[in-house]
């Protein structure tokens, strides 16, 4: 059955709306992340017992230019693979630029896609907002074992927007299989990351064409406490 869980942004928070799922994604450019003991010891403690998983603080892979920067980016992926190996955490969310990723970068990333499963990790592709759905299935295509988080709100994006370039439901028949992860949320025409029922894509159509067998985990991103128990229920009464 399909793990309901929460994103978030400060590991430790714990003010008087927090919020506490057994299913967890960390971002790991929380403050209090970092590459060490020192750090991911206290992480490891504090979690312990809960369904892990992890949001990379890579912004969009292969976009930077400076060929530095770009070394650095696939430097930190991989010592953010590192890191939830030791953490336990099951999956790492990546970005990647809007483009069709040429040769070089389909066996660099293939490369990365290795290393994490021989470390007992799961990179999945996140769609960037207003993505070309076109674009998203070239890239996808390039790899046998890389699997997809569909972002609900970067999907409204796109479709919204008209970035997406095709049939929303021609789109989601080709990444069906793909599908294991998804984030929950919504864009109404103007905010990101509203709760579900106040944004403008119908959701209950979009997880309906998936395989909902295939889904591990449905990733609340939400921080306003209303919209994040809505959604709650609304995932609840739709995975029951």
């Known amino acids: 059955m399909v793990e309901l869980g929460f994103k978030t942004w400060n590991i430790f928070y714990s003010g008087k709306d927090k919020i506490d799922l057994p ?11 970092g590459f ?3 750090s991911l010891e206290p992480i490891k403690n504090y979690l312990k017992g809960k369904s892990l998983s992890m949001h990379t603080q890579t912004k969009r892979l292969f976009t930077e ?21 030791y953490l336990g955490c099951t999956e790492l969310i990546v ?41 998203f299935l070239y890239n996808v295509g390039r790899f046998r074992d890389l699997n997809v988080n569909l972002d609900l709100c970067h999907l409204a994006m796109a479709v919204e927007h008209k970035t997406l370039n095709m049939d929303l439901f021609d789109f989601l028949s080709q990444i069906r299989d793909k599908v294991v992860y998804v984030h929950a949320s919504g864009y109404d025409g103007k905010t990101e990351h509203v709760g579900l029922s106040k944004g403008t894509l119908d959701w209950k159509a979009v997880l309906s064409k998936l395989d909902m067998k295939k889904v591990k985990k449905i990733i609340i991103e939400l921080h306003n406490l209303k919209h994040f128990n809505e959604t709650k229920k609304q995932l609840e009464l739709f995975t029951k």
């Open 36 to 38: 060490r003991r020192k």
């Open 65 to 85: 230019k400076s060929k530095v920067l770009r070394e650095l980016e696939i430097k930190t992926l991989s010592a953010e693979i590192l890191a939830c190996s």
């Open 95 to 135: 970005h990647l630029t809007q483009r069709k990723l040429p040769p070089d970068e389909v066996k660099q990333l293939r490369t990365l896609i290795k290393f994490a499963k021989k470390n007992k990790v799961q990179l999945l592709y996140e769609p960037n907002g207003d993505f070309n759905g076109q674009t």
């Open 23 to 33: 299913t967890l994604e960390i971002a790991s450019k929380d403050p209090d992340f």
